[in-house]
């Protein structure tokens, strides 16, 4: 049987997206042209006006503004593959699921470095469009068994809200509070 995982503010600490974002904003000025266009965005997603996938290609569209993004992608796991946190690091297999809402193209370079499976969202590193469905809630379910024909042995998320259905999918529950890993009886929840 097989351990999944989420990915941020659970094995991650912080939010992988943001922080690449930000680190983009830092190396590269012209990702600021986007911010008219991503608070335009913010305001329809709040007014509820676009769904949460047309929101997120709104942010992500500061990646038309980096030509070398591979590069940029290497750098910031250079300097942030620290951010993964040591209770994972110290019980993973090379069995393990990741399965994240985040960008694929931003995970996918730590399969090696994991020795670990990702599932992510799938967006063109290039413009911030969605290629895929957005993978979170029932699409993480989905995504896996088109993948694996293996039951989930234990599921660990820092949040029940966001990933009930993976909690109720796998054998076992864990919530990751910090660096703090509980197993929790999610039918009780």
């Known amino acids: 049987m097989i351990n999944s995982y989420d990915f941020d503010k ?9 922080d690449f974002y930000k680190y983009c904003l830092k190396r590269n000025k012209k990702v ?3 911010v008219p266009v991503q608070l335009w965005g913010t305001l329809l997603y709040v007014i509820k006006i676009i769904d949460k996938t ?38 993973k297999k090379n069995t393990d699921v990741i399965i994240s809402a985040s960008p694929e193209f931003l995970l996918k370079p730590l399969e090696k470095k994991l020795d670990a499976n990702i599932i992510a969202t799938i967006v063109d590193k290039k413009t911030g469009k969605f290629i895929s469905k957005n993978c979170h809630d029932y699409e993480k379910i989905k995504r896996y068994e088109e993948k694996y024909n293996k039951k989930i042995k234990a599921f660990y998320s820092d949040s029940i809200k966001a990933d009930r259905a993976m909690f109720e999918y796998a054998k ?18």
Request: avoid cysteine.
């Open 10 to 18: 659970t094995i991650y600490d912080g939010d992988s997206s943001a």
């Open 32 to 34: 600021l042209l986007q």
């Open 54 to 91: 047309k929101f997120k290609e709104k942010i992500f569209s500061f990646l038309k503004r980096i030509d070398n993004i591979d590069d940029y992608i290497k750098d910031f796991w250079d300097i942030n593959y620290k951010n993964i946190k040591p209770w994972y690091l110290e019980q």
């Open 172 to 189: 076992e529950a864990y919530l990751v509070t910090k660096n703090k890993v509980e197993k929790i009886d999610i039918k009780n929840m």
